[in-house]
Nanobody, 119 residues
């Protein structure tokens, strides 16, 4: 089992910055990939950013490229999402998720953290 806990959400004005963190515990050696997703009210959950647990290889949704940065802190088993130049359309609940080696789907999810961007 892998347990994920997100932190760092909040309210920010448009153009501002926030950093989200996702701390993994448990069988972290089983993790292949960590990603961030988000879900806005009345919308489907969407992919935001991803990172391989070993080796990096970050990738981003087009809507956040150039504004968001995903990174991993090896010593703390934490994956951060640095969000700059925030827009009102970035308002959503943000979830981190883990995909294990040999598995196609993300089967471990955090509880979510709310990000609200005001105009």
């Amino acid at each position: 089992q892998v347990h994920l806990v997100e932190s760092g959400g909040g309210l920010v004005q448009g153009g501002g910055s926030l950093r989200l963190s996702c701390t993994a515990s448990g069988r972290t050696d089983d993790i292949y990939q960590m990603s961030w997703f988000r879900q806005a009210p009345r919308k489907e959950r969407e992919f935001v950013a991803t990172l391989r647990w070993i080796g990096g290889y970050p990738d981003y949704a087009d809507s956040v490229k150039g504004r968001f940065t995903i990174s991993r802190s090896n010593s703390e088993n934490t994956v951060d999402l640095r969000m700059n130049s925030l827009k009102t359309e970035d308002t959503a609940v943000y979830y981190c998720a883990a995909r294990r080696v040999g598995y196609r789907d993300y089967d471990f999810w955090g509880q979510g953290t709310q990000v609200t961007v005001s105009s």
